[in-house]
């Protein structure tokens, strides 16, 4: 989970928070749904989207660089979708993916479709 170059369809957006003894669980939660409200309804902000982009384009660029990391992730490609070339294409995509695309993936990430575990060290003793 979390790595989306290895899931065919979409993957699940996982959020971690380490919180300090005590930490208020219900702060973070108000706090993403803000923010996924604030994308949903004013969408980015200036350069916003390219920034991401340009920063998503590097990490998948820097991790395919060593042969075992390409080779890698070519085969998940080739054993998901057939084709391993689509790495040298992921940039590119990346790349044109859009504002109102996020907006719109925004807006459909609602508490009713969400998840949470909240792990207590030590809650079992």
């Known amino acids: 989970m979390g790595e989306p170059f290895e ?13 300090p003894p005590g930490g208020d669980v219900d702060k973070v ?11 949903a309804t004013d969408g980015l902000a200036p350069g916003e989207l ?6 998503m384009a590097t990490h998948l660029l820097r991790d395919t ?14 054993q998901q979708r057939g084709a391993a070339e689509l790495i040298n294409d992921l940039p590119r995509l990346i790349g044109q993916v859009t504002e109102d695309q996020l907006v ?7 508490p009713q479709r969400r998840a949470v575990v909240e ?4 809650g079992a003793e």
């Open 65 to 78: 660089d060593a042969v075992l990391g390409r080779a890698l992730r070519m085969a998940v490609l080739e």
């Open 7 to 19: 899931v065919r369809d979409p993957t699940a957006l996982v959020l971690q928070a380490h919180l």
């Open 119 to 122: 792990v207590i060290p030590g």
């Open 29 to 39: 939660l108000r706090t993403a749904d803000e923010e996924l409200d604030r994308l």
């Open 104 to 110: 719109t993936a925004a807006a459909t990430l609602r």
């Open 50 to 55: 390219a920034r991401t982009q340009a920063r």
